[in-house]
């Protein structure tokens, strides 16, 4: 379990989706939070390519991020897909670095990440790496923007990799409701073109040939006056500057215009429609879409981010709580992108249906829009406003920062759009109410503007939808329909006006402590506290966890305390928003890979004692009904059955989890799904309170705490609970023992098209010198792999090579998803390069292996980006019973003593002399049904193998 997950997931939503301070600090014009240590520059080159630097002498790693202004929108109709395929095989080669992938390669070596993505208006590359090869990896990146060799031989085997990443869109609900949503649109809007491309759409046509045409595509539109660079590292803001002109002032300047998508998406003819999409997800989804004019340059006032607020409340009585109380929805969601098709885009708000709700979409539908007239009557009033207003300005008087390739990105992504010195203010900074354009933007959320999704099993879906695996259907919404909205039942209100607190003036505790201690340890409780070692704020995270032998004793209790978290949920809600917008204080409940309950306060600490206890409050007082159970057994057994509809590589994770006995993941959907047959009322309730009496509680807290405040936290917690028959802190052990020789095969049929295969190699001794070891030859193994399988023998889209640990076990696995090659097929590909492998570990030189290693020291050596980040090494330690806290310092420590021996050693040990146990997960789909699943008996190499079973 990670604990710092949420909150940076809630840092990125808050940058990158919405669009007032106290407090701002200044950096050469860049408006930045005064928590932000960093310095900031803006410049524009010679060829007029504007570029943002952001120094920070603390970072391991540099950071670079290129977005250019055009997408899969300007493809021509001839070959759809085109600007995707050019972002493809753009660094397959370039005049000064004519070797394919060589940025990969130079990335992936040194613990480092590259990735691109292209989008309907901008695509964008970017990277990050080791501070020591930033300047050879700018050269190489910049050489490919600029003079790309586009070589056929190369290019054309990217083509089977975009086919297999169709393959894979195809069948999700994502590009369902993608491709649904542009085939009902206008049919002269550029959305229509399929964008992703595939191998019916790229290819020789008559008077257009596919090699000219990328050729072609690539001169017109990469233009450097459109193209936006961040760097982001530790070197100086000279150093940076000379880094950027140095290698990218001499992409040329073509004096393009930024195309501009001008046709509206949708005309009058488009709208009031009923759309209904099968789709296989197991729960139903109301969509209510609205289109909307570009209204981005209002975002000083925040008209969108006002209506959102007001929406989304879950104060009482408010639209969201109101419809759940009434057992219609599960949640809602809202979203506001006003430039998501060129001169306009959307507002959608999708609510998730119970089976009541699926029956009532009108009664949903009528109180969402009577919501709104109570915002229009009411709603708009300086007191949301100021409310609002106080609340972002909380959030950036305390904003951590991102680390440094979320920020590259971040900037080249916005610098279109925004001006460049207010993108890292732009989601906080608040003029006040505009009451003009917040009326503009609810006049075009109205009943006559709609289209009604209706999303999953769902009927009257008879047209095919092209290049989806899904069908859909439309019709006009009826007059009577109109009429039904126009009133509703439900008493609603608007939220109350609520205060919040200056965060600004919450004190910040000494942080003295340099190793964890423990507070309090007595029967029934732990708590222990660490502080920061490089922060000296007023945030800090708090773990507890709730454990039980109860949990994990048979499936029956399994599921039920899955039941738990189900009815406790429509509960939490109100507190989650309360804490978040009034205090900064961020809550979260799980359970971490022992079974157990576990709660997360995160965020200004202040008031986490306070957080804490309504928290178990609720948990420990919850008020059990039929209705709430009913609910609650329909939420988990579409939860279970929903992993038939997860991506492969996540079907795969799971099923190796199951098959391993991985924690909690001991029992299977069918064992699962028998067991909550069984389940009554008086079941929950009695295991409820068998719940509360055999609860142990560990308490961890890292940051801005004293011992103080510790304490009252973990007392606080046992006397809500009462004495306890858990006296001592359970340590569980595994049951499981790999030994070499060991094997697990197991095969499955989905329906998804491609086949999926993952192998992991399990080492059968617990060694953190092994798992440090495999780390890093995996930065040596998996270029070479992506490379052969990928990009030479054009097997699939998705490969990948990565080190784990399996019950605390060393692992090194392989896996695969492709759509044109059998399992059989795969694993013997997987043999063939394990093989070849061995003489390309031993030809590699020791530079490069020097480099590798010396990047990933960097990695573990470095200061954290912030708080959460660093907090994340001692709560992995806690979770896994490591009192000594040194898993870190171990591994520093064991990678610095690793040399190309070693590595040459392990992987023989391993590989060649069968030291390793094997479970395999195949997952056979619809395409390649008639194809054969890998048995050993198939294997034509045989050695430590012909000892292996197979387990179907």
């Given at each position: 379990m990670t604990l710092v997950t949420p909150i940076l997931a809630r840092?990125?939503?808050?940058?990158?989706?919405?669009?007032?301070?106290c407090l701002t600090a200044k950096a050469n014009g860049i408006l930045k939070s005064p928590n932000d240590s960093r310095t900031y520059d803006t410049f524009t080159l010679n060829n007029g390519m504007e570029v943002v630097l952001a120094s920070d002498p603390t970072l391991a790693q540099s950071a670079a991020s290129l977005t250019v202004g055009i997408g899969q929108y300007q493809d021509p109709d001839t070959q759809?897909?085109?600007?995707?395929?050019?972002?493809?095989?753009?660094?397959?080669?370039?005049?000064?670095?004519?070797?394919?992938?060589?940025?990969?390669?130079?990335?992936?070596?040194?613990?480092?990440?590259?990735?691109?993505?292209?989008?309907?208006q901008q695509t964008n590359y970017f990277f990050r790496i080791d501070n020591n090869q930033f300047d050879p990896a700018l050269a190489i990146f910049s050489d490919a923007l600029k003079s790309p060799l586009f070589e056929e031989e190369f290019t054309v085997k990217e083509l089977n990799a975009i086919e297999n990443e169709w393959q894979l869109a195809s069948q999700g609900t994502s590009f369902a409701i993608y491709r649904a949503n542009a085939l009902t649109a206008s049919p002269n809007h550029p959305m229509r073109k399929m964008g992703l491309?595939?191998?019916?759409?790229?290819?020789?046509?008559?008077?257009?040939?596919?090699?000219?045409?990328?050729?072609?595509?690539?001169?017109?539109?990469?233009?450097?006056?459109i193209m936006k660079l961040a760097l982001v590292g530790k070197q100086s803001l000279p150093e940076l500057k000379a880094l950027a002109s140095k290698y990218f002032s001499k992409i040329p300047n073509k004096g393009l215009k930024r195309p501009v998508t001008t046709e509206p998406a949708f005309t009058e003819k488009h709208l009031g429609k009923h759309i209904s999409l099968l789709t296989r997800a197991t729960s139903r989804t109301l969509g209510l879409q609205f289109p909307l004019k570009n209204n981005i340059g209002n975002w000083p006032n925040k008209p969108n981010s006002y209506l959102h607020y007001l929406l989304a409340s879950e104060a009482e009585n408010t639209l969201v709580p109101t419809l759940r109380k009434a057992g219609l929805i599960e949640s809602m969601q809202a979203s506001f992108t006003p430039a998501k098709y060129g001169i306009d885009g959307s507002a959608y708000v999708s609510f998730v249906l119970t089976d009541k709700g699926k029956t009532q979409?009108?009664?949903?539908?009528?109180?969402?829009?009577?919501?709104?007239?109570?915002?229009?009557?009411?709603?708009?009033?300086?007191?949301?406003?100021?409310?609002?207003?106080?609340?972002?300005?909380?959030?950036?008087?305390?904003l951590p920062e991102l680390d440094a390739l979320n920020l590259a990105t971040l900037f080249s992504r916005n610098m279109s759009a925004l001006p460049t010195t207010e993108i890292l203010r732009y989601s906080h900074y608040f003029t006040g109410l505009d009451k003009n354009a917040v009326q503009e933007v609810l006049s075009q959320l109205s009943p006559d503007k709609v289209r009604v999704w209706h999303i999953g099993d769902v009927k009257q879906t008879d047209i095919p939808l092209m290049y989806a695996q899904s069908s859909y259907g439309i019709r006009d919404i009826t007059k009577n329909e109109y009429q039904t909205w126009q009133s509703t039942n439900f008493s609603l209100m608007l939220p109350k006006v609520v205060k919040t607190i200056n965060t600004t003036k919450i004190d910040s505790v000494p942080q003295t402590l340099k190793h964890p201690q423990k507070i309090i340890e007595k029967p029934g409780i732990q708590a222990?506290?660490?502080?920061?070692?490089?922060?000296?704020?007023?945030?800090?995270?708090?773990?507890?966890?709730?454990?039980?032998?109860l949990y994990q004793q048979n499936v029956k209790h399994h599921v039920m305390t899955n039941l738990l978290f189900f009815v406790l949920n429509k509960d939490l809600q109100r507190l989650i928003q309360e804490a978040s917008l009034q205090h900064q204080?961020?809550?979260?409940?799980?359970?971490?890979?022992?079974?157990?309950?576990?709660?997360?306060?995160?965020?200004?600490?202040e008031r986490h004692p306070h957080y804490l206890n309504q928290l178990l409050t609720l948990f420990q007082g919850m008020h059990f009904s039929q209705e709430n159970l009913d609910n609650a057994l329909n939420l988990y057994r579409k939860m279970t059955l929903e992993i038939n509809n997860a991506s492969l590589p996540a079907r795969a994770a799971y099923y190796s989890n199951i098959l391993l006995?991985?924690?909690?993941?001991?029992?299977?959907?069918?064992?699962?799904?028998?067991?909550?047959?069984?389940?009554?009322?008086?079941?929950?309730?009695?295991?409820?309170?068998?719940?509360?009496?055999?609860?142990?509680?560990?308490?961890?807290?890292?940051?801005?705490?004293?011992?103080?405040?510790?304490?009252?936290?973990?007392?606080?917690?046992?006397?809500?609970?009462?004495?306890?028959?858990?006296?001592?802190?359970?340590?569980?052990?595994?049951?499981?023992?790999?030994?070499?020789?060991?094997?697990?095969?197991?095969?499955?049929?989905?329906?998804?098209?491609?086949?999926?295969?993952?192998?992991?190699?399990?080492?059968?001794?617990?060694?953190?010198?092994?798992s440090t070891q495999l780390k890093l030859l995996n930065s040596l193994f998996s270029v070479p792999f992506f490379n052969e399988l990928r990009?030479?023998?054009?097997?699939?889209?998705?490969?990948?090579?990565?080190?784990?640990?399996?019950?605390?076990?060393?692992?090194?696995?392989?896996?695969?998803?492709?759509?044109n090659t059998g399992l059989q097929a795969l694993k013997q590909h997987f043999d063939d390069f394990l093989e070849r492998f061995k003489n390309d570990l031993a030809l590699i030189n020791e530079k490069t292996v020097t480099e590798a290693k010396s990047a990933l020291l960097n990695t573990l050596q470095k200061k954290p980006q912030n708080i959460y980040i660093e907090s994340n090494r001692y709560f992995t330690d806690w979770l896994n019973n490591n009192e000594m806290f040194d898993y870190n310092e171990q591994s520093i420590r064991a990678l610095e003593a690793t040399s190309k021996q070693d590595l040459i050693t392990l992987y023989n040990r391993m590989f060649f002399d069968g030291y390793m146990a094997n479970a395999i997960i195949q997952l056979r789909g619809a395409k390649l049904k008639h194809t054969e699943f890998f048995t050993w008996k198939d294997a034509t190499k045989t050695s430590e193998k012909d000892k292996l079973s197979n387990i179907k």
């Open positions: 840092l990125l939503v808050l940058f990158l989706t919405n669009v007032s301070f759809q897909g085109l600007a995707h395929y050019l972002e493809h095989v753009i660094f397959m080669g370039s005049q000064s670095f004519p070797k394919s992938n060589a940025l990969q390669e130079l990335v992936k070596n040194n613990d480092g990440f590259i990735n691109a993505t292209t989008e309907a491309g595939n191998l019916s759409t790229l290819q020789d046509k008559e008077n257009s040939n596919l090699q000219a045409e990328l050729t072609a595509f690539y001169q017109i539109y990469y233009s450097a006056n979409e009108n009664k949903i539908i009528a109180a969402f829009f009577n919501y709104l007239e109570l915002i229009k009557s009411s709603g708009i009033s300086q007191e949301y406003a100021q409310t609002l207003k106080n609340i972002l300005t909380n959030q950036f008087a305390n222990q506290l660490m502080h920061s070692q490089f922060f000296n704020n007023n945030q800090g995270i708090t773990g507890v966890v709730l454990q039980s032998p204080v961020y809550l979260n409940g799980t359970q971490n890979g022992a079974g157990d309950i576990t709660f997360n306060i995160s965020g200004l600490t006995k991985v924690p909690p993941f001991i029992w299977n959907e069918q064992e699962k799904l028998d067991a909550l047959q069984s389940i009554t009322l008086r079941d929950i309730k009695h295991f409820h309170r068998q719940l509360m009496a055999n609860i142990y509680i560990d308490l961890f807290a890292f940051g801005n705490y004293d011992s103080k405040m510790t304490m009252k936290m973990a007392t606080a917690s046992r006397a809500l609970f009462g004495p306890t028959k858990v006296k001592q802190k359970l340590v569980r052990q595994t049951t499981f023992t790999p030994f070499a020789g060991n094997a697990w095969n197991e095969m499955i049929s989905v329906w998804q098209d491609p086949v999926f295969l993952k192998s992991s190699y399990i080492y059968p001794e617990k060694s953190l010198t092994v990009t030479k023998r054009q097997l699939a889209y998705d490969i990948k090579s990565y080190q784990e640990d399996i019950h605390q076990y060393p692992a090194f696995t392989l896996y695969i998803q492709s759509s």
